[in-house]
């Protein structure tokens, strides 16, 4: 048998965190405290009445069989009131939703679904790596456009990367709040997107996973609140961040009734759906109280206010995001030349405090790092202090001092 890589494993790139996460755990396993601000994995329970109706579910035995890929009834319909509570858009429950285990997989399963090797695709860069990659896996060509400096030419770096593209162009993703760069939009950003898709015949694969993680008292609007838009687009969301619930993997995707169908014939031969106590827990999330997703977003401004203001402090500004659990970092001038990875490998080192490399979430995003706002504002502020003190000693040293690449 052939030593040779599979020819999907093959396509996807080294994955730039694992040497972070080895350097992370060598550390801990030598007694290092470790303030890791790397995954954005929420840190505090799932709301109570969650987790109750989650247990009432499970005592039942009927809910221990197979559920359905496309998701119970009652939970596809709670989706459809969310929507038009939320974006007043009017989603049919039969056709136009879809439960996922998580986005992520949705997205990876839709790509699947809808990808035919060699069609191309359009990403923004930086971005989560799943948008990418999803379709990297499927056979696609990626095509990237820039979104590092800001979005002020992401119209006409569509118009001439859709110009530019053989074949034409099947897919654009588009996700905000941005997971890495906690950017945002309105929805009039949107218009001349939609406008260029329904020229074009390009499908609008959209990701709001963090949609209610918003600061500025503006809640970031749906790219199906513009009519248009509805027979191309794909939206997907997760509980994950809005509802403490990452591990309990559950998601989901409304809109286009060609691109769900699709989806849904997809799963139907991959998976029987996420358990069904899980989904009955989604549903109570969905239908009950949002006072805990008030709490929630008023925790992660907390934490983003405590990290801002700490770096300042060490004498690193950087700029507040409006929304999302992560802050956006450029790297210090003096480090600057060392890339994001080896300055993220100078931090855990030097200072004891984990970050993502911006270089994981596409080529534009080396000059920066991504933090979490992970750990409670106590760690936060001990992180900074660290930082700090690694910033100073560096400064007195007249320069960065490089990672020891074996540690």
């Not at 593209?165 to 588009?174: E, F, R």
């Not at 929630?296 to 929304?323: C, F, H």
């Amino acid at each position: 048998m052939s030593d040779a890589e599979f020819h999907r494993i093959k396509r996807l790139p080294p994955y730039v965190f694992a040497e972070v996460n080895a350097m992370k755990a060598r550390a801990r396993a030598a007694g290092e405290d470790i303030i890791d601000l790397g995954m954005g994995n929420p840190d505090q329970p799932t709301p109570p009445h969650i987790v109750a109706k989650l247990v009432e579910a499970v005592q039942n035995p009927k809910t221990h069989r197979y559920s359905q890929s496309r998701g119970i009834p009652g939970l596809r319909k709670a989706i459809s009131a969310y929507y038009k509570r939320r974006f007043d858009v009017d989603i049919d429950p039969e056709t136009e939703a879809i439960v996922t285990i998580g986005s992520k997989e949705g997205l990876a399963n839709l790509a699947q679904a809808i990808t035919s090797p060699g069609d191309v695709i359009l990403v923004p860069n930086p971005s989560y790596p799943i948008h990418p990659f999803g379709f990297m896996l499927a056979g696609a060509a990626l095509r990237h456009i820039p979104v590092g400096d800001g979005l002020d030419n992401f119209v006409p770096n569509l118009e001439r990367a859709i110009k530019h593209s053989v074949p034409k162009p099947t897919a654009l993703i588009v996700s905000f709040p941005a997971n890495p760069t906690g950017q945002t939009v309105t929805l009039d950003f949107y218009r001349p997107i939609v406008e260029l898709c329904l020229k074009h015949g390009i499908y609008i694969l959209s990701d709001i996973a963090y949609a209610e993680i918003y600061f500025d008292g503006n809640p970031p609007p749906s790219v199906l609140q513009i009519p248009e838009a509805r027979p191309i687009t794909v939206e997907f969301n997760s509980l994950s961040k809005t509802y403490n619930m990452p591990g309990w993997r559950v998601g989901f995707g409304v809109g286009s009734k060609k691109l769900i169908g699709a989806l849904a014939k997809f799963k139907s031969y991959v998976d029987y759906g996420a358990f069904t106590p899980i989904q009955v827990a989604a549903t109570a999330a969905l239908n009950g109280p949002q006072d805990c997703v008030v709490e929630i977003r008023e925790m992660y401004r907390q934490r983003r206010d405590v990290l801002i203001e700490g770096l300042a402090q060490a004498g690193w500004k950087v700029p507040s995001p409006n929304a999302s659990m992560f802050v956006w970092a450029e790297i210090p001038e003096p480090f600057r030349e060392l890339g994001s990875l080896e300055f993220a490998k100078l931090l855990l080192q030097e200072a004891e405090v984990a970050v993502s490399p911006g270089i994981g979430f596409g080529e534009y995003g080396d000059g920066h790092v991504r933090f979490g706002l992970v750990e409670n504002t106590q760690r936060i502020r001990q992180a900074c202090r660290n930082i700090r003190l690694f910033l100073e000693r560096a400064r007195r040293q007249n320069g960065p001092v490089v990672a020891d690449r074996t540690s």
